[in-house]
């Protein structure tokens, strides 16, 4: 089951003040990204945080699940009404997560 777009809107309205939020549909399902490093995934309805360190420790319940068949364990977030919630975990997490490839120059000719 797809996420509803709405929804996917809303959850990037709530993790705004983690800073600049980017959604981008994948296969049927949502990327999350926070200043350009991907956090997270909106699967079915619901929202899940890559898992970390520190973000372990600021949850308010360990509940790991994977968003999609295969997938490794992620944090799953049932509580997605909390925006200064969603904010403390994003921003604890990010800084234990890869930065983002350069993207290569598209070749010419």
């Given at each position: 089951m797809a996420s509803n777009p709405d929804l996917v809107q809303y959850i990037a309205d709530q993790c705004a003040g983690a800073g600049q939020i980017d959604v981008k549909k994948m296969?049927?399902?949502w990327c999350i990204y926070c200043n350009g490093v991907l956090f997270?995934?909106?699967c079915d309805n619901n929202l899940y945080i890559k898992v970390t360190e520190p973000g372990r420790a600021v949850?308010?319940?360990l509940d790991l699940r994977p968003p999609y068949p295969g997938a490794k364990?992620?944090?799953?977030i049932s509580d997605i009404?909390?925006?200064d919630?969603?904010?403390e975990l994003i921003k604890a997490t990010l800084p234990a997560l890869p930065l983002p490839k350069p993207k290569k120059p598209a070749l010419k000719g």
């Open positions: 296969m049927g399902d997270g995934l909106i949850l308010r319940e364990d992620h944090f799953y009404d909390d925006s919630y969603l904010t």
